[in-house]
């Protein structure tokens, strides 16, 4: 039997249940960075975890953005997951070699995510592209072509918290 690629022993999501908290940097290529506090809440949503909450909260206070989030298993064969962000917005995510990818495009801008769980410390990634126009409109092998210009990278070590 060949081993299924997406499976590994960082069994996900079980083991990243819980409440991780740090700090965020978010670092533009034009304009100011920022640094902001991060926190991301994932819990079995019932006794047959195929739903979980992904709750990510940026910031304190008055200023406190919550995104109630849902994780939800598609199949766990392939490592096929969804964020559904519970206005009609699907985001595939894959879960491969112990770690969680999407890539999806957001208007004119491309968005990369990866989060990781290294030792005791989630990480977290979000890179943002923006469209180029292309400087050739079709390449040599009469196929189309896209660039795109980096703008943003958010990262985050995040770290176990008991409540």
């Known amino acids: 039997m060949t081993p299924n690629p997406a499976l590994s022993d960082n069994t996900f999501?079980?083991?990243?249940?819980?409440?991780?908290?740090?700090?965020?940097?978010?670092?533009?290529l034009?304009?100011?960075?920022?640094?902001?506090?991060?926190?991301?809440?994932?819990?079995a949503i019932s006794q047959n975890p195929i739903r979980y909450?992904?709750?990510?909260?940026?910031?304190?206070?008055?200023?406190?953005?919550?995104r109630n989030y849902e994780l939800v298993a598609k199949n766990l064969d392939t490592g096929h997951f969804v964020i559904d962000e519970k206005d009609g917005t699907l985001i595939d995510t894959?879960?491969?070699?112990?770690?969680?990818?999407s890539q999806f495009r957001l208007g004119n801008q491309l968005i990369s995510t990866a989060e990781q769980l290294q030792g005791n410390k989630l990480h977290?990634?979000?890179?943002?592209?923006?469209?180029?126009?292309?400087?050739?409109?079709?390449?040599?092998?009469?196929?189309?072509?896209e660039s795109y210009q980096l703008r943003t990278v958010q990262s985050a070590d995040l770290s176990f918290v008991k409540e």
Do not use: C
């Open 30 to 43: 034009k304009g100011k960075s920022q640094i902001v506090p991060m926190m991301l809440r994932i819990k």
């Open 53 to 66: 909450t992904w709750q990510i909260t940026y910031g304190t206070g008055a200023k406190k953005i919550v």
């Open 94 to 101: 894959w879960w491969f070699k112990d770690k969680l990818y």
């Open 124 to 145: 977290y990634e979000l890179v943002a592209y923006q469209f180029l126009t292309p400087q050739i409109q079709v390449s040599e092998q009469n196929t189309s072509f």
């Open 13 to 28: 999501p079980e083991n990243w249940q819980g409440t991780w908290r740090g700090i965020m940097y978010d670092r533009h």
